[in-house]
């Protein structure tokens, strides 16, 4: 083998070593993905949590909101409660008017 051509063989090797050591540990690595890639499966996991609880909150605040409504619908038919400004009518039955 001729001189020119090992030159040619070792700049080719030195090439392919320099293009491995970025490749695994420079900048874009494969390194710095597999981190990436960690990092990223947290912050789904994290985001995944927050959403879970942002729907419990939201089915409590839609709880509270019907529930405010059943506990007035409530108070008004079985504890006869008004409103300020309202007039409150209570009707009797029959029944208890021909007793009298």
């Not at 927050?50 to 409530?74: C, F, M, S």
């Amino acid at each position: 083998m001729s001189w020119k051509l090992q030159l040619v063989y070792g700049l080719l090797f030195v090439v392919l070593i320099a293009l491995q050591v970025r490749l695994w540990f420079g900048d874009g690595s494969m390194e710095e993905v597999f981190a990436l890639k960690r990092q990223l499966a947290t912050q789904q996991a994290e985001v995944d949590d927050l959403r879970e609880r942002n729907a419990t909150l939201q089915a409590e605040v839609d709880d509270l909101k019907d529930g405010l409504a059943a506990i007035e619908a409530r108070a008004r038919s079985e504890l006869g409660l008004i409103r300020e400004g309202e007039t409150y009518y209570q009707l009797l039955p029959s029944e208890t008017m021909s007793r009298e």
